[in-house]
């Protein structure tokens, strides 16, 4: 079945840089991958899904791209605030689409 | 829409004990998954049911736990007998599409 890696290490960036989180995946390309904001005490919020043939998607301040030549997904946070310290999991449907397989997530501290 | 409401939102019980975790989901939503979350193991899909059939247990980890959806408005998970090492945070998510709308968990202690 599928397999996600995402970066275990915790991401610590300054006030107003750009964050990069990396989702990588091992087997077939998913038809779509969705990234999700979890905080503490809290169940995860659902930010953004790409599609295979979408290369790039923006929402506000949040970017995603989707490489399936790589089997990668990159997301990015631009000017990023204290306020988006949090958890991000990355997540895709496991063989067949019924299932969804998440990451075991980023966690990113913003520093003021 | 009051999203996906879930209780308790914390239980502590001794070992041996059952416990009954339940989750309404949002009006419309026509898939419902049970999770749990560990610091080990991460977001775990124990079963997904969709239209209130049970589609995928296959994340159940015991014959100690058991799921039930009766109707559209109403899910519950069932642990007998629960032990320490059920302890962890249950999710019930919801989706009508590709996304999934996740209620704010049940944090389960076993001592």
């Known amino acids: 079945s599928q397999k996600i890696e995402q970066n275990s290490e915790a991401l610590n960036i300054q006030e107003g840089k750009t964050a990069t989180l990396t989702c990588n995946y091992t087997?077939?390309?998913?038809?779509?991958l969705q990234w999700y904001r979890q905080d503490p005490g809290r169940g995860p919020v659902f930010l953004l899904l790409?599609?295979?043939?979408?290369k790039e998607k923006r929402k506000e301040r949040l970017k995603v791209t989707f490489d399936t030549t790589l089997k990668q997904s990159l997301f990015h946070i631009t000017a990023s605030q204290p306020a988006d310290s949090a958890t991000y999991l990355c997540?895709?449907?496991?063989?067949?689409?019924?299932?969804?397989?998440f990451g075991a997530g980023t966690r990113l501290f913003v520093k003021a | 829409d009051a999203g996906v409401i879930q209780s308790p939102r914390h239980e502590v019980t001794e070992m041996g004990q059952e416990v009954t975790l339940r989750c309404k989901p949002i009006?419309?939503?026509?898939?419902l998954f049970w999770y749990r979350q560990t610091m080990m193991r991460g977001l775990e899909l124990l079963i997904y049911f969709n239209n209130n059939v049970p589609i995928d247990d296959s994340g159940m980890p015991e014959d100690r736990f058991s799921a039930k959806m009766p109707n559209a408005s109403f899910s519950t998970l069932k642990i007998q007998p629960s032990e320490p090492r059920d302890s962890a945070v249950y999710f019930c998510?919801?989706?009508?599409?590709?996304?999934?709308?996740f209620g704010p968990g049940t944090r389960l202690t076993v001592l």
């Open positions: 997540a895709l449907p496991d063989t067949g689409g019924f299932k969804t397989i």
């Open positions: 998510a919801t989706a009508a599409t590709d996304t999934q709308y």
């Open positions: 087997n077939y390309s998913p038809a779509y």
């Open positions: 790409i599609r295979e043939n979408e």
């Open positions: 009006s419309g939503h026509n898939s």
